[in-house]
């Protein structure tokens, strides 16, 4: 590199932040409770009381918010729910 240059340094820049959203989990026939309790859990970060409770409105009411935050990291929820193909949206 010549002197007298400096090199640009490439920033990363998030999609969105600050930007609220809510993660809608859907009922469905096929996945059991213990399977959506996990990932609930694993996504969520939360306690089992708490996946327990929101499984348990999703199954009754046919959908629940369980998340809601920050645009980006609704995405990373909804991401984590899809993986055993949960039926999700993210609201903004």
Known sequence: MP??????????TSI???IPAK????????HTFE????QL????????QTAEELTWEVHTKGKAV???????????VAN???EIDLSVEVYM
């Open 35 to 38: 399977e959506v309790i996990y």
């Open 16 to 18: 969105a932040t600050n």
């Open 66 to 76: 369980v998340f809601e935050g920050d645009f980006e990291e609704a995405l990373k």
């Open 3 to 12: 002197i007298g240059f400096e090199r640009e340094e490439k920033s990363s």
């Open 41 to 48: 859990i694993k996504a969520i970060k939360c306690d089992l």
């Open 80 to 82: 984590i729910l899809e």
């Open 23 to 30: 993660v809608i989990l859907y009922n469905d026939d096929w």
